[in-house]
């Protein structure tokens, strides 16, 4: 069965610093992988997503994630946050109709 | 708004009650699916509909939950018997099921089991 791993479920870091958020995710075969950010009140949106060619995808916001496949990675950035970032995070991957997520990152931006 | 809606938004009720939430996907949507997320947690598949058929069930969907999409269109959820343990949100994602897609998600229901 697939999983996902996050780590660092909760990250504060102050406006203009850089974030990085780490997904592993155990899966064989081919798999689409997704970054989804949920805003305090708001329902899950789609940040990015990646289904194949070049592995650095760029998201809304900002975003970038690079999928590593030899480190079975799909690592999320962002150079400088803002104050709106403050969201939870969740990776996920989908390999056979489902989705399988990590438990998510809590982000705190202080202004 | 063409997002994925979800009824109600939250539901309290007492242990052993019943309950249905019910989703509308996104028009021409043809897989829906079902996902619960407790506290601290990602949201944990449950089922999934490819048009009125359900495709898929997760071991997490034990005898008491049932899921319906009689028409191919919007999807009922229903605990019967409630148990605290059934408090969470619920939440229902549409795609449109063809190739490698993204799933969108709605707004969940919470349920809260006393």
């Known amino acids: 069965a697939q999983s996902v791993s996050q780590h660092n479920h909760h990250v504060i870091l102050s406006e203009a610093a850089s974030l990085e958020l780490g997904c592993n995710y155990s899966?064989?075969?081919?798999?689409?992988l997704f970054w989804y950010v949920q805003y305090p009140g708001q329902h899950l949106q789609l940040l990015l997503k990646?289904?194949?060619?070049?592995?650095l995808v760029k998201g809304i916001k900002g975003f970038e994630a690079e999928f590593i496949k030899s480190k079975f990675s799909f690592n999320l950035r962002k150079p400088s946050v803002q104050w709106s970032d403050t969201a939870e995070y969740f990776c996920a991957a989908n390999g056979n109709n489902r989705l399988a997520f990590g438990k998510g990152n809590q982000v705190v931006v202080i202004p | 708004d063409t997002g994925v809606s979800q009824n109600p938004r939250h539901k309290i009720t007492k242990r052993g009650q019943n309950v249905t939430f019910r989703c509308d996907p996104i028009?021409?949507?043809?897989?829906l699916y079902w996902y619960r997320q407790t506290l601290g947690q990602g949201p944990e598949f449950l089922t999934y509909f490819q048009n009125e058929a359900q495709l898929e069930k997760s071991r997490l969907l034990s005898d008491r939950f049932s899921a319906e999409r009689p028409k191919g269109s919007f999807s009922t959820l229903e605990i019967q018997r409630t148990e605290q343990g059934d408090s969470a949100m619920y939440l229902c994602a549409s795609s449109t099921g063809t190739g490698p897609d993204e799933q969108y998600f709605g707004p969940g229901t919470r349920l809260t089991v006393t």
């Open positions: 028009s021409e949507h043809n897989r």
């Open positions: 990646y289904f194949s060619g070049d592995p």
């Open positions: 899966y064989g075969g081919t798999v689409n």
